[in-house]
């Protein structure tokens, strides 16, 4: 049988199946089988467990109680644009916007703490890129995604957006410090 060709019998599954053909069904199937327990598997024992909560939002509500905590808990300012580096307490609330072409305030957490990470875009789909870690969160607008977050290393982490989101996505470029 060729693919240019039409079939030469038209109920073409009813052809034997080839013992090939076969195997590479069984390896394939075999294999989403390990995936799909994997997944369920991360759940409860990885430790990069992104399960998220989500909810519906809008930019108003959103913004508003970004900005609460963004006036409770900034320690000082970066940069020319004085950006906010907000330092909130072990087990609070953190807020993170997403919007043209920026991640705002910059977090300062602190190593083996937990935080409920809250995460939206105000305009159009971002991309949360945690580097160098291996973390990825769609962010999409009206929704508000909550993560828990125990940062497990110090350092200074870059957040990337990896979801194209215009002319200037490659320079939307957030920050989170982990002491
Ligand atoms: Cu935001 Cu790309």
Redesign the pocket.
């Known amino acids: 049988m060729s693919a240019i060709l039409p079939p030469a019998e038209r109920l073409w599954w009813k052809h034997p199946l080839d013992r090939v053909e076969g195997t590479w069904i069984a390896i394939a199937f075999a294999w989403c089988m390990v995936m799909f327990f994997m997944m369920i598997y991360w759940h409860a024992y990885g430790k990069q467990n992104l399960s998220t909560e989500t909810y519906k939002t809008t930019p108003e509500q959103f913004s508003a109680k970004a900005q609460a905590v963004v006036d409770k808990y900034t320690v000082r300012t970066e940069t020319a644009d004085k950006i906010p580096v907000v330092a909130p307490p072990e087990g609070s609330d953190v807020y993170l916007v ?4 920026a991640w705002w305030p910059i977090l300062e957490l602190e190593k083996g703490k937990t935080y409920k990470l809250h995460l939206t ?1 105000m305009d ?4 949360f890129s945690l580097q160098p870690a291996n973390i990825n969160i769609q ?1 999409v607008p009206g929704y508000e995604h909550v993560i828990k977050v125990t940062p497990n290393q110090s350092g200074t982490f870059s957040v990337v ?6 002319i ?3 320079q ?1 470029v957030g920050r989170i410090y982990v002491k």
């Open positions: 997403a919007r043209l072409w875009a159009y789909n971002h991309g962010v957006c990896n979801e194209y989101c215009g200037n996505h490659h939307m």
